[in-house]
């Protein structure tokens, strides 16, 4: 699959259970190292479904792709030029474009984007936006946009340099939402309005702060990533779509928002870009994406991005209600101990008796860990 290999290097496979959208259930593969995310998501996904579950849905699945158009003398006219072939431009690249149009996909649009005066004078980009089907599609719009790059030159006379997809691909976003009843969130300490308050309270300090919304939007792709990566999606494509896309406005923002209804209960909704498939990549190549994707079961990739979009849903409540709750150390230190037990030696078998001594003296450290592995193989 890549380069100079030494060896392989695995990490958990996990499912997270308790999703019905669409009015459909699901087991979500998920990839990741980092502890609690599943439980978390399988956590979240179990109080959503009690009404039902989520509601999800994605754009048809077009991707953009540019062209950077150098050395113009008239931008106006070369803009005019490639407009008035715009047919014939998206017929060529049709042409070439393989089994993705005879699946009805392809060539849909042609954009122009002017920039002038930048550091290296003037320049054209020019989009091409193209349906890739089940395909996340970089490979197939790249070769696209160097196939039609003769003609583009030709039509408007300039020097073609970068040819690329842009991974803000914002015509492929995937939405989704949910409702939590009020009093399913009470609380040893607060009732269940309370918690819905602190949880919108948390939302929006995501909404108006970008030191927050980082954080926030992270845990959101904590769900996100793992599920991207063991479908053998990229998942860096799918971040770089995420992150760019929460900044659209100039400022940097949550990809959730959260608010509550008349009646007090709990509602959310997320929509980021999610240029994800079903074949093509690492799906292909993959015997370990190739089962996650079997398990999932999507029946395209618009599918998979909405249930994508879910789960980061489901993964945003759950750290969000541990924030505005216990605080989430609580949960996360058990896991925490678990590691620095397994990162001190200590036999799969003795972990969890190490564990408890660690929690049971209120210290979670790694020197303390060791202490007692050496202790208990002396006793040994
Ligand atoms: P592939 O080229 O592997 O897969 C797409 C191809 O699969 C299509 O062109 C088509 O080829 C075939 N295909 C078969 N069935 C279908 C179907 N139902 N729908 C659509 N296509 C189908 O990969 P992608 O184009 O998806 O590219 C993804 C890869 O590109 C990832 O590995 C990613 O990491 C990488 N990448 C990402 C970049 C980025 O994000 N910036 C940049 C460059 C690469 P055919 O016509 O032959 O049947």
């Not at 020197?367 to 050496?374: D, L, M, R, S, T």
Request: glycine content about 10%.
């Amino acid at each position: 699959m890549i380069e100079n290999v030494i060896g392989r290097y695995s990490l958990p496979f996990a499912l997270a259970t308790n999703f019905r959208i669409n009015e459909r259930d699901y087991l979500i593969p998920m990839v990741i190292e980092e502890p609690s995310v599943v439980a978390a998501c399988s956590y979240a996904a179990k109080l959503f479904r009690k009404t039902g579950g989520f509601s999800a849905s994605s754009d048809e699945p077009v991707m953009i792709g540019q062209i950077q158009l150098l050395d113009l003398r008239d931008l106006a006219k070369a803009t005019e030029a490639i407009l008035s072939h715009r047919a014939d431009i998206l017929a060529e690249i049709n042409a070439g474009a393989g089994s993705i149009v005879e699946r009805g996909g392809g060539a849909r649009d042609l954009k122009i984007r002017k920039f002038e005066g930048s550091r290296i004078g003037n320049m054209l980009v020019i989009h091409l936006h193209f349906d890739t089907r089940d395909a996340m599609g970089a490979n197939a719009i790249n070769s696209a946009l160097e196939g039609i790059t003769p003609s583009i030159e030709r039509i408007s006379g300039g020097r073609a340099n970068l040819r690329i997809l842009s991974n803000l691909s914002d015509r492929r976003l995937a939405w989704a939402s949910g409702m939590i009843e009020a009093e399913t969130l009470v609380t040893e300490g607060a009732p269940g309005v309370k918690v819905v308050d602190a949880i919108i309270e948390a939302a929006v300090l995501a909404e108006i702060d970008p030191y927050r919304a980082a954080t926030h939007n992270k845990g959101i792709m904590n769900g996100i990533d793992a599920m991207i990566m063991a479908t053998g999606n990229d998942w860096r494509a799918v971040e770089a779509g995420a992150h760019a896309y929460a900044s659209r406005d100039g400022q940097y923002t949550s990809l959730t928002r959260w608010w509550k209804d008349e009646d007090g209960n709990l509602h959310g909704r997320i929509e980021l870009p999610l240029a994800a498939g079903i074949v093509g990549g690492a799906t292909r190549a993959h015997r370990g994406a190739q089962a996650a994707v079997r398990i999932l079961s999507p029946r395209s990739a618009r599918e998979l991005a909405s249930v994508a979009a879910a789960v980061g849903l489901a993964q945003n409540f759950a750290a969000i209600r541990a924030l505005a709750t216990d605080g989430i150390q609580r949960g996360h230190m058990r896991m925490h101990a678990r590691q620095l037990a397994l990162a001190a030696g200590a036999a799969a078998e003795d972990v969890p008796g190490i564990v408890q001594r660690m929690i049971d003296a209120g210290s979670i450290r790694l020197a303390y860990a060791k202490e007692i592995v050496k202790e208990r193989k002396q006793g040994s």
